[in-house]
Structure formats: structure tokens, C-alpha cells
């Protein structure tokens, strides 16, 4: 037979290790992992806080005090530089650790064979010795020689740049090699070695570090950031050098310039950004989407199409058996069990044996069921039947199969019967397999399949489908002597066929209904008959009108252009095979959409890579998939994706809220000393006074603003355009106008009480500082929503604002009333009426806003 490729028992290989010799084994060859080489240390990460342009300067002011024997400035310089760079250090190692800490949750695992049992465990745990299962879509996890194989084809581009899988077989005793993807087939690996001693690893440290991924906004920030530099480097040499021709001290001056540039330049929001990304990863996480790209984070708050598998996903993927269609009719089970008719056994024992699940009950616990949701539900119902698969595994060997796949939409097994009979037996979608049958089975016998058959079985199959079942046909051939490859499947008979339910999972209705308020479109795509996909899709409210559907036929049909066209307007693509998936990627993305994608099956990833946000399947998805992907749902749900989503569309939100208050507040203090150096006034704020307002009044609120928690509009809104800025919807005007806003407070304040105090400059420069911080503090709260009045957010909703403007606050007391701190922030304590003064004006533009914000629900 030369179908045979199958070199099974090979005595002790088929046990495996024990779980102490893997102890042992772990203990003396290590982890099978790879060593990382751009593992950030914490001394490395703190050390990297003084690398930045902005400390280098402020050290630099630092040493220029001490040089002039300011030894009070110089010392304060350096608490505020150890202060920034400790808070820098924990911002930066807390996201860090936590991104790291979801990278390993997502690391792969493999099937090992361990005391004669599978079990999956994570990648890491794998021993020489051990033996692998690998299946189509996994990566395999150690250098190995294949024991047993089954058409496994393996792609080593990784190792070899050969893009094109090569096939691995028990024959030659193939070599396999950990990271290389399985792309189709089966086999039975024993491992021979692991982690740095693969082949991979030997090359590990010749390849190239992955350099951190930025996402685009925060590259499009680091180029603002540059001309935010340059611009105020002009701006502090003027205010500097027009202080020293006014005749000021050049040593106040010098450092004035220098604070100045410190504050204004928003070194800190890159820093800012990164964290709120980390924060929004952890919150996804806890909402079951584990992001594995940063910038997916970004992307999923402007996504506009998703589209979605259907089985498990928009569906429970939790199978019973409904109804069966034998001897020409449709029949369903009486209770839980289906008569035992002799058609009816056939079919329950060639759809059993053609299946790789287990499935067996007990008299007093739970039944034991492992595998595929489709065949556990055909194997409850043989059970229920009196077949079962245990007493079928001793009956029937297996000696050939070709496996599941979402292209082919069929399963195939050659089996060999205890006396001596050889069968074929195929499950798979109705249509494809009526393909193959020429004959048709009946209690009265084997016949020719007529038209009629065929058509009667057409019928009942959208019958079925048409009520929300999935339809599976299985047919059979009993054969002697030799078949090769090619006949296996030709010529087969038609034994009957069983219908399934999978109810729509509870939560996605309304899921769907989110989407569609937000503005996003739900698709699905899947393998399944169109009137099982049609059915589902009215359901859960995807699909509203019947010329939505398109079939993979359909789409054959079509040439991009006209499908870029059809996609426009098209809800579920049914039938399809993961190939179509690309092209739908494709024309919805030329469409201009942001297009989200799910996958699970080895076939997907293209389409994943393709996608704007490739999304793999926790539970069902193969490694290559989560690979290739940004994004896995842990729980497979539908619903996760729009969960993450809406954290994508927070996270961008509280991004815009805290480059508003950031850059408002520099723009105000730039604006204030750069105002009073052309008005020939002395300097309102003195370097002290700038770096602690960089400090405190920018930096805890903005941090907490990355926090905030969402607008009640948030997934009321249309998607954000792909292209958008940071700044659009008027959000760059308003910086502006705030930061002239205060900036003009501020002033005012400072001229106001150098007028009423006869030139009392410490007082005037007190009050200036106190009405820059306040308005600060009361702007902070306005930035917490772009479309409501401040008089309409609740401010404990958000606690850490709440306490980082309270201990502003306490701070900015501390500064003015504290004798010890007085000299050294040269500030003297204020009386009512100039508290009053101060309060008023930095109020001012608040109470402004109140009254133009447009008032929305
Ligand atoms: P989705 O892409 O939404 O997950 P799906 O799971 O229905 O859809 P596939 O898994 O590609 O899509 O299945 C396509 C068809 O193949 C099914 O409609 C069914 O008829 C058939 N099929 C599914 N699972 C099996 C299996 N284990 N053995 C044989 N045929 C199967």
C-alpha cells in the first residue's frame, strides 16, 4: 500500500519520560528557551534616566551654581534632579516589567508525551528526551527527530530563508528544529536538544536584537518633540540675553534660560505616552485581550471593520447534535438519544472512527471528553446510540489519515477492521463530500445515487442549515488490496448526515449592538454554510438584509476591483476558505478601512498579517497564528475584541487629555517669561520656581490624567480616522489658547502686584507662582473631557487626580508658608486679599471655558 507512511512503536518512544527524569533532565540542561540580550537591567534603566538631554542640562545648571557659589540653588537642582529621575525609573521599570510579564503568558507550549499521557505544558519545560506531538500550526519547540509523521510539512524560512515548506517524515529520520512552523500534517518528535543548544540558538546571538517597537504616535511625538526644542532654545537665549542687556545678573539669568528650557521642553511626554500604553495593555489584559505590538493598542481605538470567525468566537463552540438525516429522512433524538436504527449505527461508527476526539461517560463523575468540539458532539450522540469510541479504537486501526483542514472541509481516515475489512471513511461539509460520492446508502442496501437522492439530501442539508445547524455529511468505501493517494477519496458513499447546534454566545448581541452604535462594522467570516452563517448572523443582528452574504464561490467569481466594490456592503462571507480571507483584508483595507481580523487555523495567518490588528485565538489558535498576530483573545470571544477596543479609544482619549494640560501649562510658562523679557519687566518666576512647577504641577496630574477614566460617549463616537493627528478636532487651538491664557494670568498677576506692592518683587514673584500653579491645577480638571463643562464631571471619579492635585496643592502651601523653604524658593507668605487676587485670576479662564463649552448629554 503505498499510502503508508506511518512507522508507529518504537517500545520506550512511546511512553516518554517520566515527569522526575524531566525534573532531572530541566535541572542539568536548563530552561529551552533562548537567552535574551535586550533584557533592560534595573541599574541599566536607572542609569538611563540620566542619559536624557534634559537631565544632562539641569546637571549642567547644577555645576553652574556651584561654579558661582549658589550652593542653596545647586543643591536644590539636585534633589529635583534625583526626584525626576526617581520617579522617571519607576514609571519606566513598572511598564517594563508588566509588558514583560504579559509577553510570557503569551509564550508558546507544547504537547509532550509524558508517562504514556499528552499534556500540554509551556515550551520551556521540554527536555532532550522528550516526545513532542506537533500538529499543523504549531511551532515546534526543540530541536528533534521525527519519530512518526503523517504528511508533516514544516516551513524553516526562520532558519534556511526558504519560504517554501519542506516535508519531514519518519523514513529518513528527519531533523526538526525548535522555531521552525509546522504547516500541515502530523508527527511524533523525540527531542534531541534545547534552548541555547538548538541550531536557533547557536545563530540566537548572531541575530539582531528586536529593537523596541514604538507605536505611531509616539514617533510622530518625538519629531514634535524637536521642534518643540528648537523653538524654545530660541525662545530661553532671548529671554536670557535680553535679561543680561536690561542689566540683570548674567548668572540669574543664565540659569533662568536654562530652567526655562527645562520646563517648557515636554521631555517628559514620550515617558508619559509609553506609560499609558503599559496601563492600557494590563487593562486589556484583564478584559482578555493580551496585546502582543504596542501600537495595536493605538490602532484598535480607529478600527471600523471587524471581522470575525464564526464557530467559538460569535458562537459557543459547544456542539450537540440536533438532527440526522439517514434512509431519506430527517429524525431527532427522543429526549438525548437517538434510536438505534442500523443506518443510524453505521453513520454514528464511520463519523466516530473518523474522528480524533474521546469520548466516554462515567457512572460518577464527569464524563471524560477531549477534542474537537464538532466530533465530541458526534461522539455524545453515538454514545447515545450505544456506540463507542473506545470500543471503536479496539475495533478499527487507523493506518492513514489526511486531517482537517478549513480548505479541504473534510476529514479523512483509511482504517483496517479487526477482520481484516479495509474502509475509508470521510466527514466533512455536505456539499464538498456529496462531491466525492457516487453511491448512497439505506437500510434496504447500497445504491447508484440518483439526481433525486442528490437533490433530496441538498434539501435537508438547508433545512437544517437554515434553522442555525451545522452540517456535517460522512461517507464511506470499503476497499481491497492497494489504493494510492489519489483514489482514496474518489467514489465513495453517501451514508447520511448530522446537524448541530451552537448557540450564539449570550454576551455577543449586544456586543454587536456596541459596534454598530460605535460606528465600527461587524463581519463574519466563516467556513460554515451560508444558511447556517445567515441564520446566526439575523441572530445576533450582523446581518439585516440577505444580499449581505457572499459565499467563497462568489468571491471566486470576483475580481479585487469588484470585490473591493461588493465588500462595501457585505455582512458574512460564508464557505469560505482562509485564502479568501486575505482578499477580504485586502479590499476593505483599500476601502480605506481599519480592519480588524480574527484567526485560529495555520491557513490565517497571512490574513492576520495583513490585517491593521491581527487577532489569534487563546484557546483554538494554532502558535503560528499567534504569532503572525497583535492581539489574542484569551477566551476566544467575540466580545473581547470589542472590550479592547473601547481600552484603545480610552487610551487615546487620556493620551489627548494629558498633551493638552502638558502643553498648555509649558506653553503658559514659556509665555510668561518670554512676555515680561519683552515688556522690559523683570523675570516673573526665578529657575527655582520654574523646575519645581516642572516637577510637581506638570507631572503628578498629567500622570494621573493617563488614568482617567472614559467619557460616557466613548463607544457613542465615530472611529478615529487612520490618519488623524493627535491634535485635530481643534485640540491644537485649544492648547494654544490656553497656554496664551495663562501665560497672560500670570503676567498680570506678576505686573498687578509689582504696581501694588511699589516693586515688592519676592511678593510679586510669590503670587505669580502661586496663580501659575493654580491655574494649572484648575485646568487639569477641564482637560478631563473635550466635550463637557468641568461643572459636569464628577471629580472623585477620578481619585488619583483628585490626591496628585491635593498633594500639588499641600506642596505649593509647603513652598510659601515652611520658613525653612522660604529663602530657598524665595517666596514669602501671602495675606487674604493677594490670596484672593491670585485665586480670581487663575480661575478666570476656567470659569470662561464653563460658559463656552458646548453643553452636550
Ligand atoms: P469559522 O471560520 O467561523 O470558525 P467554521 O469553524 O465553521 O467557521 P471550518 O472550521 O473551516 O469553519 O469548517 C468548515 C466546514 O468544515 C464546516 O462547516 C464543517 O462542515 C466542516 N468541518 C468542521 N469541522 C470538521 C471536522 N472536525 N471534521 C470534518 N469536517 C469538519
Redesign the pocket.
Known amino acids: 500500500m503505498q499510502i503508508l507512511n506511518t512507522n508507529t512503536g518504537k517500545g520506550i518512544l512511546t511512553r516518554g519520560l517520566t515527569e522526575k527524569e524531566a525534573m532531572e533532565k530541566l535541572k542539568k540542561h536548563g530552561f529551552n528557551e533562548l537567552k535574551k540580550k535586550n533584557k533592560k537591567s534595573p541599574t541599566a534603566i536607572f542609569i538611563e534616566q540620566f542619559k536624557n538631554l534634559m537631565t544632562l542640562v539641569l546637571i549642567g545648571a547644577c555645576l553652574i551654581s556651584w561654579f558661582f557659589g549658589e550652593k542653596a540653588d545647586s543643591i536644590t537642582i539636585l534633589a529635583i534632579i534625583v526626584l525626576n529621575s526617581i520617579l522617571g525609573f519607576i514609571q519606566e521599570y513598572k511598564a517594563e516589567r508588566s509588558i514583560e510579564a504579559l509577553m510570557e503568558l503569551s509564550a508558546p507550549g507544547a504537547k509532550v508525551v509524558r508517562e504514556g499521557k499528552v499534556s500540554y505544558i509551556n515550551a520551556k519545560y521540554v527536555v532532550p528526551g522528550d516526545l513532542v506531538i506537533i500538529e499543523a500550526g504549531d511551532r515546534i519547540p526543540s530541536d528533534g527527530i521525527v519519530l512518526e509523521s503523517t504528511g508533516l510539512m514544516v516551513d524553516e524560512s526562520i532558519l534556511t530563508g526558504e519560504s517554501m515548506p519542506v516535508e519531514k517524515s519518519s523514513r529518513n529520520s528527519d531533523w526538526v528544529y525548535m522555531g521552525t512552523m509546522a504547516t500541515s500534517g502530523k508527527a511524533k518528535i523525540v527531542t534531541y536538544s534545547t534552548g541555547m543548544n538548538t541550531e536557533m540558538g547557536k545563530i540566537a546571538s548572531m541575530l539582531q536584537d528586536i529593537p523596541d517597537e514604538f507605536t505611531p504616535l509616539q514617533r510622530r511625538l518625538e519629531q514634535l518633540g524637536k521642534y518643540i526644542v528648537a523653538v524654545c532654545l530660541i525662545i530661553c537665549a532671548v529671554v536670557s540675553i535680553t535679561g543680561i542687556l536690561r542689566g540683570e545678573d548674567p548668572y540669574n539669568m543664565l540659569l533662568t534660560g536654562i530652567s526655562l528650557a527645562v520646563a517648557a521642553i515636554p521631555e517628559g511626554l514620550p515617558a508619559i505616552v509609553t506609560v499609558a500604553l503599559a496601563i492600557g495593555v494590563q487593562r486589556m489584559y484583564r478584559r482578555n485581550a493580551l496585546v502582543r505590538k504596542l501600537p495595536a493598542v493605538e490602532t484598535l481605538g480607529s478600527t471600523t471593520v471587524i471581522c470575525s470567525?464564526?464557530?467559538?468566537?460569535l458562537t459557543q463552540n459547544k456542539m450537540t447534535v440536533k438532527k440526522i438525516y439517514v434512509d431519506d429522512k430527517i429524525i431527532e433524538p427522543q429526549g438525548n438519544r437517538f434510536s438505534s436504527t442500523e443506518s443510524l449505527k453505521f453513520l454514528f461508527t464511520a463519523s466516530s472512527v473518523c474522528?480524533d476526539a474521546f469520548y466516554e461517560e462515567r457512572m460518577m463523575s464527569e464524563p471524560e471528553a477531549t477534542g474537537?468540539p464538532?466530533?465530541l458532539a458526534i461522539l455524545k450522540a453515538a454514545w447515545s446510540s450505544g456506540i463507542k469510541k473506545s470500543n471503536l479504537n479496539k475495533e478499527y486501526k487507523r493506518i492513514h489519515e489526511i486531517p482537517?483542514d478549513?480548505n479541504r472541509?473534510?476529514?479523512t481516515v483509511v482504517v483496517r477492521r479487526k477482520n481484516g475489512e479495509s474502509f475509508v471513511f470521510v466527514?466533512?461539509?455536505?456539499d464538498v463530500i456529496l462531491d466525492l460520492c457516487t453511491k448512497y446508502y439505506s437500510a434496504r442496501g447500497e445504491r447508484i445515487m440518483t439526481s433525486m437522492d442528490r437533490k433530496a439530501i441538498l434539501t435537508a442539508n438547508e433545512k437544517m442549515a437554515s434553522s442555525a445547524l451545522?452540517?456535517?455529511g460522512t461517507a464511506y468505501k470499503k476497499f481491497d488490496g492497494i489504493l494510492d493517494n489519489n483514489s482514496i477519496e474518489k467514489n465513495l458513499t453517501f451514508i447520511g448526515m448530522m446537524g448541530m447546534i451552537d448557540p450564539p454566545r449570550p454576551e455577543v448581541a449586544k456586543a454587536v449592538e456596541t459596534c454598530i452604535m460605535a460606528g465600527i462594522r461587524p463581519v463574519?467570516?466563516?467556513?460554515?454554510?451560508k444558511l447556517?452563517a445567515a441564520a446566526i448572523g439575523k441572530e445576533l443582528g450582523i446581518l439585516t438584509s440577505e444580499n449581505q452574504i457572499l459565499t467563497g464561490n462568489d468571491l471566486d467569481k470576483l475580481n479585487d476591483n469588484q470585490l473591493k466594490k461588493a465588500s462595501a456592503n457585505t455582512a458574512v462571507y460564508a464557505r469560505v476558505s482562509p485564502k479568501h480571507k486575505l482578499r477580504i483584508v485586502k479590499a476593505l483595507k483599500s476601502l480605506g478601512h481599519t480592519v480588524a481580523m480574527t484567526g485560529?487555523?495555520v491557513n490565517d495567518a497571512p490574513a492576520i498579517k495583513e490585517a491593521d490588528i491581527g487577532i489569534a485565538m487563546g484557546i483554538t489558535g494554532t502558535d503560528v497564528t499567534k504569532e503572525a498576530s497583535s492581539m489574542i483573545l484569551l477566551d476566544d470571544n467575540f466580545s473581547t475584541i470589542v472590550a479592547a477596543v473601547e481600552e484603545g479609544r480610552i487610551i487615546y482619549d487620556n493620551i489627548r487629555k494629558f498633551i493638552r494640560y502638558l502643553l498648555s501649562c509649558n506653553i503658559g510658562e514659556v509665555l510668561t517669561m518670554f512676555l515680561a523679557s519683552l515688556l522690559y519687566l523683570p523675570t516673573p518666576l526665578i529657575p527655582i520656581q520654574i523646575l519645581w512647577v516642572n516637577l510637581v504641577t506638570d507631572g503628578l496630574p498629567a500622570m494621573a490624567l493617563g488614568v482617567d477614566p472614559p467619557d460616557r460617549d466613548i463607544m457613542f463616537r465615530k472611529p478615529r480616522g487612520k490618519k488623524e493627528s493627535i491634535f485635530s478636532h481643534g485640540l491644537g487651538f485649544k492648547i494654544i489658547m490656553r497656554g496664551i491664557a495663562i501665560g497672560f494670568g500670570t503676567l498680570s498677576v506678576f505686573a498687578l502686584m509689582l504696581y501694588l506692592t511699589y516693586n515688592d518683587i519676592i511678593r510679586a514673584r510669590t503670587c505669580a507662582f502661586a496663580s501659575l500653579v493654580l491655574s494649572q491645577l484648575f485646568f487639569v480638571f477641564e482637560c478631563r473631557s473635550e466635550h463637557r463643562s468641568i461643572l459636569r464631571i464628577n471629580p472623585l471619579t477620578n481619585m488619583w487626580l483628585a490626591l496628585a492635585v491635593l498633594c500639588s496643592l499641600g506642596l505649593l502651601l509647603m513652598v510659601i508658608y515652611v520658613p525653612f523653604f522660604q529663602p530657598i524658593f524665595s517666596t514669602v507668605p501671602l495675606g487674604w486679599i493677594e490670596w484672593v487676587i491670585v485665586v480670581t485670576m487663575s480661575f478666570l479662564w476656567t470659569l470662561l471655558s464653563i460658559f463656552t463649552t458646548r453643553k452636550k448629554k
Do not use: P
Not at 309 to 313: E, I, L, N, P, V
Not at 427 to 430: L, S, Y
Not at 524 to 529: F, L, V
Open positions: 470567525d464564526k464557530t467559538g468566537t474522528s474537537d464538532t466530533e482537517f478549513s472541509k473534510r476529514m466527514k466533512g461539509a455536505v451545522r452540517v456535517l463574519m467570516i466563516t467556513g460554515d454554510h447556517t485560529d487555523g
